[in-house]
Antibody
Framework: EVQLVESGGGLVQPGGSLRLSCAAS????????MHWVRQAPGKGLVWVSR????????SYADSVEGRFTISRDNAKNTLYLQMNSLRAEDTAVYYC????????????WGQGTLVTVSS | QSALTQPPSASGSPGQSVTISCTGT?????????VSWYQQHPGKAPKLVIY???KRPPGVPDRFSGSKSGNTASLTVSGLQAEDEADYYC?????????FGGGTKLTVL
């Protein structure tokens, strides 16, 4: 079964850091581009970041550029999102999503992990 | 990258058809045939229901269909059923960065 499982969310103070993980199983992880998408409480989906299959090409939304870093360990079938200098507006459920061919079509999603930034 | 524009709400009675629009620009919706639609029930992860403008993944009922004209894509749900009540989001390839629509809440009356 194709599966993505996020972890690492929690409560963090403004200015703090957190690292999210997304464990992949049931498919050949190292051939897929991967993305992070977030959803603030009661709001819509917002694209955050993407990474190509070998980890050499990244891009970020303006709102997180310079604060968040996406990476992957293909040997561990795991995607990461390092989040630094967190702000209240970063509070959201963070989803990892599999991208078929780098065409931004997300054919598999994790269940999400909640990040709350609050003092 | 600005979000794609969707109506905030749509509704229809069981058995009716409803169409949700998604308007972008020539840099996203109008420039590529990589428009996709996602269904999200409360508290659940999004699910792909349409990709490449009009294709359906395995297991998605043929009541769901998609189309595109210029910079506007559309999702049509025919023969509305109670379980179709959900939020729907469009997405388009836009080069290096991703872009979603703001979402449409579909209510089955």
């Amino acid at each position: 079964e194709v599966q993505l499982v996020e972890s690492g969310g929690g409560l963090v103070q403004p200015g703090g850091s957190l690292r999210l993980s997304c464990a992949a199983s049931g498919f050949t992880f190292n051939i897929y581009w991967m993305h992070w998408v977030r959803q603030a409480p009661g709001k819509g989906l917002v694209w955050v970041s993407r990474l190509n299959s070998d980890g050499s090409d990244t891009s970020y939304a303006d709102s997180v550029e310079g604060r968040f870093t996406i990476s992957r360990d293909n040997a561990k079938n795991t995607l990461y999102l390092q989040m630094n200098s967190l702000r209240a507006e970063d509070t959201a459920v963070y989803y990892c999503a599999r991208d078929r061919y780098g065409d931004s079509i997300f054919d598999c999603w994790g269940q999400g992990t909640l990040v709350t930034v609050s003092s | 990258q600005s979000a794609l524009t969707q109506p905030p709400s749509a509704s229809g009675s069981p058995g009716q058809s409803v169409t949700i629009s998604c308007t972008g620009t020539s840099s996203d919706v109008g420039g590529y045939n990589y428009v996709s639609w996602y269904q999200q029930h409360p508290g659940k992860a999004p699910k792909l229901v349409i990709y490449e403008v009009s294709k359906r993944p395995p297991g998605v009922p043929d009541r769901f269909s998609g189309s595109k004209s210029g910079n506007t894509a559309s999702l049509t749900v025919s023969g509305l059923q109670a379980e179709d009540e959900a939020d729907y989001y469009c997405n388009s390839y836009a080069g290096r960065r991703g872009v979603f629509g703001g979402g449409t809440k579909l209510t089955v009356l």
